[in-house]
């Protein structure tokens, strides 16, 4: 008896290795991946301005790299007493005006240069509404909760949509023409946009991003994120206390999906031994002077040797 309806997924032919260079922008989602490559020690870095949710300011960031953008007093402001940017979110906020553009330009530095270096490059869409700052006219990354009514909220269209994943494809390919693309929509809700205004969203971003990939497939693969959640998870058990966002258990599910279809099968085994060195790290004994235990760690330290051994990058 079949209890669910399994997303048909096509296997990604350039696969994910441990030698492999990851880099991941996007919604939250993107977050919950690229703690998962962190857990499994993969070269990983993510949104190196924090969590951008919808398409043209995935679209920005990648401009900003490919023109080596240089920030300066006018890209940032002062709200609250704190130092913040149109461009990137909350989580780059600062104190002192001089830290926030330094750490700006050192993060889209460091941004191009991991995408010059990447096998892999991760996009996830989270949502296609947007909110424009009347004041300069200019569509946001991130409102950092100043009053609403200094913006005006937009749906970007489908072809708004379209346009922006077309320039993330060609800046991320400008800076690295062989670049392994990953497309995939976050199945996490916007339900605050409103019920109807969520659906609307994602079937913009659906519409675009599926459009664009049939008109260019070299090098590009969707990793079906949202529809996994959508069909195969079809319960409120998946999602957290919110109620919009996938639970660990759902974020795992979805994990076990982009093993099966997009990493290497070589390299399993060497994702098991890492998954128990770290559990074994995390390991709090109850008598940590014990025989077994001092064993045990005896263990867990060959493990630990043998892996720095063949992959010195690995960090635990």
């Known amino acids: 008896m079949q209890l669910q309806t399994l997303v048909p997924i096509q296997p990604l032919n350039n696969k994910i290795n441990y030698h492999s260079k990851i880099v991941s922008v996007g919604s939250c989602f993107a977050v919950n991946m690229a703690q998962r490559f962190k857990q499994y020690q993969f070269i990983n870095t993510v949104n190196p301005c924090g969590i ?8 920005n960031l990648v401009q900003y790299a490919v023109n080596n953008k240089v920030f300066s007093d006018v890209d940032v402001f002062l709200h609250n007493e704190i130092w913040s940017s149109f461009n990137a979110h909350s989580d780059l906020n600062e104190l002192e005006q001089e830290d926030i553009i330094d750490a700006l330009n050192q993060r889209i530095t460091d941004f191009k240069s991991n ?4 096998s892999h490059f991760i996009v996830t869409l989270g949502t296609a509404w947007v909110y424009r700052f009347i004041e300069t006219n200019e569509i946001v990354a991130n409102c950092h909760k100043i009053p609403q009514q200094k913006f005006q909220k937009e749906l970007l ?17 400008q800076i690295n023409p062989n670049l392994q693309i990953i497309y995939t929509i976050s199945p996490v809700r916007h339900i605050k946009d409103g019920f109807v205004e969520n659906q609307r969203s994602k079937a913009h ?8 990939l049939q008109e260019n497939q070299n090098l ?22 919110d109620l919009i966002h996938p639970n660990e258990l ?30 074994g790290l995390a390991h709090r004994p109850f008598n940590p002077y014990t025989e077994a235990h001092q064993q045990f760690l005896d263990k867990l330290a060959l493990k630990l040797d043998d892996l720095l051994e063949q992959y010195p990058f690995m960090n635990f």
């Open 52 to 59: 951008l949710f919808h398409p043209q300011a995935i679209s």
């Open 205 to 212: 971003l659906i519409a675009a991003l599926h459009q664009y």
């Open 220 to 241: 590009n693969y969707y990793f079906p994120s949202y529809e996994i959640m959508m069909d195969e998870l079809r319960d409120y058990r998946f999602y957290g206390k």
């Open 250 to 279: 759902a974020v795992d599910y979805i994990w076990e999906s982009f093993v099966q279809h997009c990493i290497d099968p070589e390299i399993l085994q060497t994702m098991k031994k890492v998954d128990e060195v770290q559990k």
């Open 157 to 173: 269209s489908i072809d708004d949509c379209q346009q922006a994943i077309f320039q993330i494809e060609s800046g991320l390919r």
């Open 115 to 118: 995408i010059e270096h990447a």
